[in-house]
């Protein structure tokens, strides 16, 4: 009883933390409006660089401090830093219509969130496999599955965000956040590895590893951060500003990307029982770059909508698969890669999140141009599944620790 509890916990965290993860971008209609805090494009865009910069170095970080803290301290802290994000965001509100206090409120909040998400992700990421050692995939697309869970309803629930009356949705998280760390402070939280983990070095022997195929599956985690953040951060002002469709319509647009992200998971999760899950992980980027040509030529709000739901079962068990093949390939290192991989992602995400804003600010390139453009990183994708997939050579030997 005592472990499901435990199980419980991690696998709620996941879904909370996915929630936290999209208030702001969810709330983009009403961050870029004159009536709300009145963001230029390129000032939407540059909130997520200190979230970005954050959970690189939490992520990028969490290998060692999972080793010297252990995976539970690594949780608890990563949760609480998504208590004070979601408590800064709410605090904005009150400095709406003061365009300097509300834009350096949220700055110093996604700071926070970034190295929130990075810490707690990586904790989970290693975690779940843990728990289900002969399912790791399984658990991996489970926990991502919930955490989609919690994307998709973040836009619904800010669908009608307006005025300062919107802080009650971050503080709600926030308390929900504590609860979850109360929880979690009662249960030992340890899940063992399938391979003893390195006890020194942490970072560097991750780099120092570095191999053609690792350095395969930090490109290709890259390239998939640029994809699921063109959908999960640019979807609103796209179907809203560029479109002119209704901004529920562009709402409901972003929680169908989120919703069958999370569809997709579960799906995977439960077929991989009888299809091998490499068969998933080279048909997503081909299922990617279809969306990508579809988005732009969507004539009306429901075929955007339908679109980005495309886009999103197109996203959907990527990430969690490739975590959980880098830490097969590598088990060794299997501490380090969640990690590694979660910084490898937020350098996609930084990059979709803030070089999309220049370019249409400066009139450069519409945001269905880019979504069309998209389309040669997903390409680029379909090829790197294949390598990283493919069987290793015999000779081949797995690196290990020093």
């Known amino acids: 009883m005592a472990r499901r509890v435990e199980i419980a916990t991690v696998y709620a965290a996941g879904l ?6 999209v208030v702001v971008p969810s709330a983009s209609a009403l961050l870029t409006s004159p009536r709300g ?13 200190p ?5 690189i170095a939490a992520s990028g970080a969490g290998g060692v401090l999972a080793l010297r803290w252990g995976l539970k301290r690594l949780l608890l802290t990563g949760v609480l830093l998504d208590v004070v994000a979601m408590a800064l965001v709410a605090l904005s509100a009150a400095f709406m219509g003061r365009h300097v206090p509300s834009y350096a409120t ?61 802080w009650w949705i971050p503080a709600l998280v926030g308390a929900v956040l504590l609860l979850l760390v109360a929880a979690g402070s009662s249960q030992p939280l ?10 020194a070095g942490g970072h560097m022997d991750f780099l ?22 063109l959908c999960g951060n640019w979807a609103i002002l796209y179907v809203h500003g560029e479109r002119g469709f209704s901004a529920r319509q562009a709402g409901l647009a972003l929680a169908a990307f989120w919703a069958m992200v999370t569809v997709g998971r579960l799906a995977i999760a439960i077929a991989s029982a009888w299809i091998a899950p490499r068969i998933f992980f080279r048909a997503l980027p081909v299922l990617l770059l279809a969306a990508f040509l579809l988005i732009p030529r969507s004539g009306s709000a429901a075929a955007a909508i339908a679109a980005f739901g495309f886009a999103g079962l197109a996203c959907s068990g990527f990430l969690p698969l490739s975590i959980g093949f880098a830490e097969k390939q590598f088990p060794r290192l299997a501490e380090l890669m969640a990690g590694e991989l979660i910084a490898a992602y937020m350098i996609g995400y930084g990059i979709a999140s803030f070089g999309a804003g220049p370019l249409v600010d400066s009139g450069a390139m519409k945001l269905g141009s880019i979504y069309s453009w998209a389309s ?17 050579r015999p000779s081949a030997k797995v690196p290990a620790a020093n």
């Open 106 to 166: 949220l700055m110093c909040a996604m700071l926070a969130l970034g190295a929130g998400f990075g810490a707690t992700l990586t904790a989970l990421n290693s975690l779940a496999p843990g728990f289900f050692p002969d399912h790791a995939e399984a658990a991996l697309t489970a926990l991502h599955t919930l955490l989609g869970t919690g994307t998709a309803l973040a836009p619904i629930l800010l669908s009608g965000a307006s005025g300062r009356g919107w």
């Open 376 to 392: 040669v990183v997903a390409a680029a994708m379909i090829v790197l599944s294949f390598l990283v997939t493919r069987p290793a």
């Open 190 to 199: 340890v899940a063992a590895l399938a391979e003893p983990a390195p006890r």
């Open 51 to 55: 979230m970005v910069a954050g959970a």
């Open 37 to 49: 805090y009145a963001l230029t494009g390129v000032e939407y865009g540059a909130l997520f660089v």
């Open 208 to 229: 120092r590893n570095l191999s053609g195929r690792l350095w395969t599956f930090v490109i290709v985690v890259i390239f998939y951060g640029i994809c699921e953040t």
């Open 16 to 21: 909370a933390q996915g929630f936290a993860l």
